[in-house]
Every structure is written in C-alpha cells, then in structure tokens.
C-alpha cells in the first residue's frame, strides 16, 4: 500500500483538497441542481475525488469527515451526496411554485386534484415527481405559507398551521368531514382569523390566530423559510437548502488552532491531522499494515513514533517547544501534549486575545516543522538540527503574527 508521502509528486496536501473543491463546486452548480442523477453515480465520483485527496494511499481522515464544515471538523468539502438531496428539495421547492407550467402539467397528470401533501407514492408516477414527493417532510420543515386575505390552502389537508395540518393537529381519527373542500378563506374574514364558526379547542383557536394574514387580496405563497436561516428574505437559498440536509455535528474545540486567522494553509492542514489524531505515524502506519523498517522516532531515535510522542513527549520536540514558550510566552507549561498546552495557552489570563492567538500559530507552526522535519529525515534522509529547525519556527511566526 503506498503512503501519502512528503510532498508527494506535484500537489500537495492542501492542494488537492482545493482543486476538489473546485470541481465539486462545478458538478453542484452545473449538473446537480438540474439533473437528478443516481445516487451509485454520486458516490463513485466522491470516491475517485477521495483517491486523488490521498494520492492512492491511505485514507487517513473519511470522505464523510472532509465533507463537514470546519467548525465541525471537516475540511469545508461539500458532500455532492447533500448536494444531490438539497437538489431534490429545490425540484420540490419549484413544483409548489404557483403558476409555472411545469408544475401545473405535472399536477394535472399525477395529482389530478389530490392533495400534495397527503397523495400516496404511484408507481405511474414519473421518477422526478416520486422524488419530488419523498421529498415533502424535509420540504415542508423549511417553508412557510404566507397567508394573504385570499387565504387557498385547504383547510384539512395542507400545513398551514406553523408547518402542520389541522389532519395532523387533530389526528386521522378526527372526523374532518365538516373540514373538507373548505380553504383558509373560509375561517377568514376583515383580514382576521374567525375560527370560532367551527369549534375548534381554545388552544387550537388561538395558534390558528397566531398565523399571520398579509391583508391583500393577492394570492398566498409559499415562502422559503429554513429555520436558523433568514437570508433571501423568503426566497429560495440553495446555501440553506444545503444545510438543512446535510448531516451535523458538535463543534470542535480546537478551531482557533486549526484554523485561526495568519495561519498558513500548509501548517493550518498539519494541526488539522492532527486534531483528528489522523497524522500517519509510524505506530499507525504498522497498524494499516504497512511496513515500517523501524518503529522508532527518528527524531530521538529512541523511543516508538506515535502521535503523542512526537507532540511533545519526545525529548527533542519538547526541546524546541520550550525553549519558544520560555522565551515567548512566559514560561512552559508542565503537560507534554500538544491538547494540555492549548488549554495552558487558553487559561492564560491576563494576556490579551492577540496574544492567545499569537502563541496557538506559535503551536501550530512547532508542530508543522517537527512533522516536515520528521518527513525529511524518513522520505529524503536530510536533517537538520533543532536550533535551525527553532529559527525557522521564529520567522514563520514573525511572517503570519499580526
Ligand atoms: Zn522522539
């Protein structure tokens, strides 16, 4: 198996990550959001975007992880799999615009006056309208019927009350006889709701009231309203689109190192690894059983190479470290790991901000040098000694501090 190397031939790391965004971007915004192509499709694409990322070695960090944002412990890819479902959201999204041909030929040969959104999957039903009518749920978490004195929505079926529908408020074993063939028009009246005619719960009779009415004789429309998005004042935001499907998670604490302000690309990608403890060591390089002449650090040439040795329990990184956090930052930190000095660095009171941020870049710069260095001696048996290795991490921080 071959082993992402040091600076493998032509783009590096950071490189091909940008040129896979870049051809991503392209597939969403020209294929994607027209065409709705089959899902095997989308994931051998991803996966040959993948094997170009890690050269045909290696898959140090998962597609799916890459594809996160980076608060949340991704690289920023975007998953042309989300992609693909936000499209299916956005061909929804369109059907339910009122006066377009396209939806109007499209109801009339599959809905033929059913409900949209309570008509059952047909099998006659054309691929795209299927698709357009699994996509209903997530649909309608992320719209909202403005409601104008015209009021259409079908009273029983449709979710007009806060995303729901008087059938779901009530349930199916309501008897909504009294309820069907009625619009929204029918419980308007002055502009104002009158829900009392129809007897519904006190309860039920003020949420009907707390759905806003735009006084005008004007049709309603749907409006594009995802929660936590207020962009696009109502109109449809594929961005948004994009994040109410994709998958979320916790945010990540390291971010300000990973990928704080003045931080080279290069260096920003080496303290991203190794956040994520997915730096090829070569303890980790035996266990994806690849062979390793020598398990040793080559560095101290003493103790077994691992995450934790070479950030900083090793004696010779732990040389270089604190000799800069003498010198800079005011005295060294007890902990040998790289996680402990971060929190030392953020429970530094009575610095200022610029300083914190001044001594993560510090970090991250330590930690980008030890791994080339390291790379150096292993892929292109060059070394050098820690005091250059010390003055090249003082001009790379002078170059990106503020
Ligand atoms: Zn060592």
Redesign the pocket.
């Known amino acids: 198996m071959r082993v992402e190397g040091w600076q493998a031939a032509g783009l590096s790391f950071g490189g091909r990550i940008e040129l896979v965004q870049s051809v991503i971007s392209a597939i969403a915004l020209f294929w994607l959001q027209s065409i709705m192509v089959p899902l095997a499709t989308i994931r051998k694409i991803e996966g040959i975007c993948a094997k170009f990322i890690w050269h045909g070695g290696i898959h140090a960090i998962s597609w799916e992880q890459l594809c996160r944002p980076r608060k949340e412990g991704g690289v920023g890819l975007r998953s042309l799999v989300s992609v693909r479902e936000a499209a299916g959201i956005k061909l929804a999204w369109r059907f339910l615009q009122d006066g377009s041909p396209w939806s109007a030929w499209m109801a009339s040969r599959y809905l033929r006056g059913r409900n949209f959104w309570v008509c059952e999957i047909d099998n006659n039903f054309s691929v795209p309208f299927k698709h357009i009518l699994r996509n209903r749920t997530v649909l309608r978490t992320a719209i909202r019927r403005k409601m104008r004195e015209g009021g259409e929505m079908d009273l029983w079926l449709d979710p007009w009350i806060s995303g729901q529908s008087l059938l779901e408020i009530l349930g199916p074993q309501t008897d909504g006889v009294a309820y069907r063939g009625l619009t929204c028009r029918h419980i308007i009246s002055g502009g104002v709701w009158r829900p009392e005619e129809y007897r519904f719960t006190a309860q039920l009779g003020e949420e009907i009231r707390q759905v806003q009415i735009t006084p005008t004789v004007l049709s309603d429309v749907w409006v594009w309203a995802p929660p936590g998005h207020s962009e696009g004042a109502g109109e449809f935001r594929f961005r948004s689109c994009y994040d109410l499907v994709r998958p979320h998670f916790d945010d990540i604490e390291e971010y300000d190192f990973v990928w704080g302000k003045g931080l080279a690309r290069k260096m920003q990608l080496s303290a991203y690894k190794l956040v994520l403890g997915r730096l090829l060591t070569r303890d980790r390089l035996l266990r994806f059983g690849v062979p390793v002449p020598d398990p040793k650090?080559v560095?101290?040439e003493?103790?077994n190479?691992s995450i934790g040795?070479?950030f900083f329990q090793?004696?010779?990184?732990w040389s270089i470290w604190a000799e800069q956090s003498r010198r800079h930052l005011g005295g060294v930190g007890r902990e040998r790991d790289f996680r402990e000095i971060l929190k030392w660095i953020g429970d530094c009171r009575g610095h200022e901000q610029s300083w914190a941020r001044r001594a993560r870049l510090r970090l991250a710069a330590s930690v980008w040098h030890v791994w080339r260095e390291r790379n150096r001696r292993i892929y292109e048996g060059l070394s050098t000694p820690p005091v250059s290795i010390l003055h090249n991490i003082e001009s790379d921080v002078l170059v990106m501090s503020p």
């Open positions: 650090c560095l101290c003493t103790e190479e040795h070479l090793c004696h010779v990184t």
